[in-house]
């Protein structure tokens, strides 16, 4: 048990002598729970010097071990799902000094990037992806006729997605040699490793049990009755020692439960169920954050951590006396003043309660709070269900998630005009966690559909009046925000909601009129200065102000637009679509995110290089004005 980070690289002779899986399998089987130790030791210091992701590495560290121990990776394919999980096998798979650099610029991407290594067979940010992935890569290798091995693993909580049964479903119908391994780190059911369930997969993993499993089939295939009584009793056998009867049903020979950190152990089983054939799902129990106390004690909290940073003998704490509120912050306390003042109002959220600011929320309103898991499409239906009867569910969604439930959003709730608010956290650029987690696309697909309304608050206080504005809203309503501290704007609580479809002139200039949205109200408002601009925070996307649109463009040379969203179909997109309407003759300049996807970095960095930044948006409107000849 691991009390603290390192602050040091510790020493790791094992470790250091693996550059790739080829090098680890030539240790013995003996060796390898020492080198699980030392791999989970210098996790916790790469972590510790970098920030990250680091309980789910914790947790399958003796199983990453194990697979590439057994199996011929890359050429046999392991994918991983969501990739929180992935450190431990960047540093088995020739990356364990860069490890250093991970959700740096220019360094190690936060997930399996299948253009950074041949071990990473299947880019992932999003859940549930991994047995879809894998079996497209097994079906792909069958037409080729090519045999590898293919395994997914995924977690508890990725499974409660519907994709992940699709695919489950899918891949026993094809009934071709895959392997799911379902990583389980609910302490809820970490009673049922024992003697006996071990014991109960290690046979069922076994060669002589399935040679014997296959052959009575084969016999009994003739008398139907046999077969069926033979299928029976093995159900029931598996039904009263483990969860596997579901998976059964689907096609897959179920294997569990197995101690998920006893590596000779997972290599045994492992190595015997290469012999099987058919669909396999092997089920392990593991413990997120395993080795580290504080980890193991708040598996929510301490999922990822900031980079510690070395504290200066000479440096002193200054104590501003102000606590900047992140974003989130301002969504859980509007969350808990909407519900004190109104027993109608729901928060829904899949698996980002934590994320979102709804601890407090889901202390003080149990009975109102719904965390329906990794299960986007649902929750936005759910809502849907819960607002037909005339309660008013609070959707908190990254936006990068809301992407999956795009269908649910135009079909069951616009289109029935449902009173569902989407509170959208992690809009625009994240930063280190990369494009994966980008919430750049929002707006290019919510202002095309119908009933709903989209808002851009540009600080605290707007957030918060906001959401009022959207909750009080008859209809569908969105509210995007970004990820992190706002720029240190009190909250009034007592200021009415915003009037729907108005923005408001920050600063009154000539020639160039600039219409920022959002995050990017602050910077344009700087360029505004300095170029003696006219600057509106435009507040709304949909539906836009276009009366001051139209009364601006009147007396101004040129439109500028600015968002911290893709430009493609953004919000300048709506901005020029109304002067097209309008044939209002005004030369514009839209400014956003660009028709790329834009690698990690910290979100400054990420601005700089786009050139979406107070300097960025002075040179892009000198640019223009000199094209235009104004």
Same mark, same amino acid.
């Given at each position: 048990?691991?009390?603290?980070?390192?602050?040091?690289?510790?020493?790791?002779?094992?470790?250091?002598?693996?550059?790739?899986?080829?090098?680890?399998?030539?240790?013995?089987?003996?060796?390898?729970?020492?080198?699980?130790?030392?791999?989970?030791?210098?996790?916790?210091?790469?972590?510790?010097?970098?920030?990250?992701?680091?309980?789910?590495?914790?947790?399958?560290?003796?199983?990453?071990?194990?697979?590439?121990?057994?199996?011929?990776?890359?050429?046999?394919?392991?994918?991983?799902?969501?990739?929180?999980?992935?450190?431990?096998?960047?540093?088995?798979?020739?990356?364990?000094?860069?490890?250093?650099?991970?959700?740096?610029?220019?360094?190690?991407?936060?997930?399996?990037?299948?253009?950074?290594?041949?071990?990473?067979?299947?880019?992932?940010?999003?859940?549930?992806?991994?047995?879809?992935?894998?079996?497209?890569?097994?079906?792909?290798?069958?037409?080729?006729?090519?045999?590898?091995?293919?395994?997914?693993?995924?977690?508890?909580?990725?499974?409660?997605?519907?994709?992940?049964?699709?695919?489950?479903?899918?891949?026993?119908?094809?009934?071709?040699?895959?392997?799911?391994?379902?990583?389980?780190?609910?302490?809820?059911?970490?009673?049922?490793?024992?003697?006996?369930?071990?014991?109960?997969?290690?046979?069922?993993?076994?060669?002589?049990?399935?040679?014997?499993?296959?052959?009575?089939?084969?016999?009994?295939?003739?008398?139907?009755?046999?077969?069926?009584?033979?299928?029976?009793?093995?159900?029931?056998?598996?039904?009263?020692?483990?969860?596997?009867?579901?998976?059964?049903?689907?096609?897959?020979?179920?294997?569990?439960?197995?101690?998920?950190?006893?590596?000779?152990?997972?290599?045994?089983?492992?190595?015997?169920?290469?012999?099987?054939?058919?669909?396999?799902?092997?089920?392990?129990?593991?413990?997120?954050?395993?080795?580290?106390?504080?980890?193991?004690?708040?598996?929510?909290?301490?999922?990822?951590?900031?980079?510690?940073?070395?504290?200066?003998?000479?440096?002193?704490?200054?104590?501003?006396?102000?606590?900047?509120?992140?974003?989130?912050?301002?969504?859980?306390?509007?969350?808990?003043?909407?519900?004190?003042?109104?027993?109608?109002?729901?928060?829904?959220?899949?698996?980002?309660?934590?994320?979102?600011?709804?601890?407090?929320?889901?202390?003080?309103?149990?009975?109102?709070?719904?965390?329906?898991?990794?299960?986007?499409?649902?929750?936005?239906?759910?809502?849907?269900?819960?607002?037909?009867?005339?309660?008013?569910?609070?959707?908190?969604?990254?936006?990068?998630?809301?992407?999956?439930?795009?269908?649910?959003?135009?079909?069951?709730?616009?289109?029935?005009?449902?009173?569902?608010?989407?509170?959208?956290?992690?809009? +625009? *650029?994240?930063?280190? #966690? %990369?494009? $994966?987690? !980008?919430?750049?696309?929002?707006? @290019?697909?919510?202002?095309?559909?119908?009933?709903?309304?989209?808002?851009?608050?540009?600080?605290?206080?707007?957030?918060?009046?906001?959401?009022?504005?959207?909750?009080?809203?008859?209809?569908?309503?969105?509210?995007?925000?970004?990820?992190?501290?706002?720029?240190?704007?009190?909250?009034?609580?007592?200021?009415?909601?915003?009037?729907?479809?108005? +923005? *408001?002139?920050?600063? #009154? %200039?000539? $020639?160039? !009129?600039?219409?920022?949205?959002? @995050?990017?109200?602050?910077?344009?408002?700087?360029?505004?200065?300095?170029?003696?601009?006219?600057?509106?925070?435009?507040?709304?996307?949909?539906?836009?102000?276009?009366?001051?649109?139209?009364?601006?463009?009147?007396?101004?040379?040129?439109?500028?637009?600015?968002?911290?969203?893709?430009?493609?179909?953004?919000?300048?997109?709506?901005?020029?679509?109304? *002067?097209?309407?309008?044939?209002?003759?005004?030369?514009?300049?839209?400014?956003?995110?660009?028709?790329?996807?834009?690698?990690?970095?910290?979100?400054?960095?990420?601005?700089?290089?786009?050139?979406?930044?107070?300097?960025?948006?002075?040179?892009?409107?000198?640019?223009?004005?000199?094209?235009?000849?104004?």
């Amino acid at each position: 048990m691991f009390e603290k980070i390192p602050s040091e690289r510790p020493s790791t002779p094992l470790l250091d002598q693996i550059d790739s899986p080829l090098d680890l399998k030539k240790l013995e089987i003996s060796q390898l729970s020492e080198l699980a130790d030392q791999l989970r030791l210098y996790l916790l210091y790469a972590v510790g010097q970098t920030g990250g992701h680091f309980g789910a590495g914790l947790g399958v560290v003796e199983l990453t071990v194990a697979l590439h121990y057994v199996f011929n990776t890359p050429k046999d394919r392991l994918v991983w799902d969501v990739g929180h999980q992935a450190y431990p096998h960047k540093i088995l798979t020739g990356r364990r000094d860069e490890i250093l650099t991970i959700r740096q610029k220019g360094g190690l991407a936060a997930f399996p990037n299948r253009h950074e290594s041949e071990f990473d067979q299947f880019g992932v940010g999003h859940s549930s992806t991994s047995i879809s992935a894998a079996l497209g890569m097994m079906v792909a290798d069958r037409i080729k006729n090519e045999n590898q091995y293919h395994v997914a693993v995924i977690g508890d909580g990725a499974m409660t997605a519907g994709m992940a049964f699709e695919a489950l479903n899918h891949a026993g119908h094809i009934d071709d040699n895959i392997l799911v391994i379902l990583n389980d780190n609910n302490m809820s059911i970490s009673n049922n490793v024992g003697g006996l369930s071990s014991y109960f997969a290690r046979m069922w993993a076994s060669k002589p049990y399935n040679f014997i499993r296959t052959g009575s089939k084969r016999v009994f295939s003739k008398i139907p009755p046999a077969l069926k009584a033979i299928h029976r009793a093995e159900e029931y056998m598996k039904g009263m020692v483990s969860p596997g009867t579901l998976f059964e049903e689907i096609g897959f020979n179920y294997i569990g439960l197995i101690d998920g950190h006893n590596a000779p152990g997972l290599v045994e089983i492992l190595q015997n169920i290469k012999t099987l054939r058919g669909p396999q799902l092997l089920h392990i129990v593991t413990q997120k954050g395993k080795g580290y106390s504080e980890s193991e004690k708040d598996p929510f909290g301490m999922h990822a951590m900031s980079k510690i940073e070395a504290k200066s003998a000479n440096s002193k704490n200054v104590n501003t006396g102000q606590h900047i509120l992140s974003y989130s912050e301002v969504f859980g306390s509007w969350l808990c003043d909407i519900a004190e003042k109104d027993s109608l109002a729901v928060g829904i959220t899949p698996a980002m309660g934590e994320g979102s600011g709804m601890r407090r929320f889901a202390e003080k309103f149990p009975d109102r709070f719904h965390d329906v898991a990794i299960a986007e499409q649902h929750a936005v239906t759910f809502a849907a269900g819960l607002a037909c009867e005339g309660v008013k569910p609070i959707v908190a969604i990254y936006s990068t998630f809301l992407q999956r439930a795009y269908d649910q959003l135009i079909h069951d709730v616009a289109l029935q005009n449902l009173n569902v608010l989407f509170a959208i956290d992690r809009a +625009g *650029l994240v930063g280190e #966690d %990369g494009p $994966t987690h !980008a919430g750049s696309f929002d707006i @290019s697909f919510l202002r095309c559909i119908p009933n709903l309304i989209i808002m851009t608050p540009s600080d605290e206080s707007e957030t918060y009046r906001a959401l009022s504005t959207g909750y009080d809203f008859n209809g569908p309503a969105a509210v995007r925000y970004p990820r992190g501290k706002g720029i240190g704007i009190p909250i009034d609580k007592g200021m009415s909601p915003l009037e729907v479809g108005k +923005g *408001l002139i920050r600063r #009154d %200039g000539n $020639t160039i !009129a600039i219409f920022a949205f959002g @995050s990017m109200v602050k910077a344009a408002l700087e360029a505004a200065e300095k170029l003696g601009a006219t600057l509106v925070d435009m507040r709304f996307v949909k539906p836009l102000d276009e009366e001051l649109i139209s009364k601006l463009a009147a007396n101004h040379q040129l439109v500028v637009t600015v968002e911290e969203s893709a430009v493609m179909g953004g919000a300048g997109s709506a901005v020029n679509e109304f *002067l097209t309407q309008t044939s209002t003759p005004i030369q514009t300049l839209n400014l956003g995110l660009p028709d790329k996807f834009l690698e990690h970095g910290k979100p400054s960095e990420m601005l700089d290089e786009i050139n979406l930044n107070c300097e960025g948006i002075i040179q892009a409107i000198i640019n223009k004005q000199n094209e235009c000849g104004l």
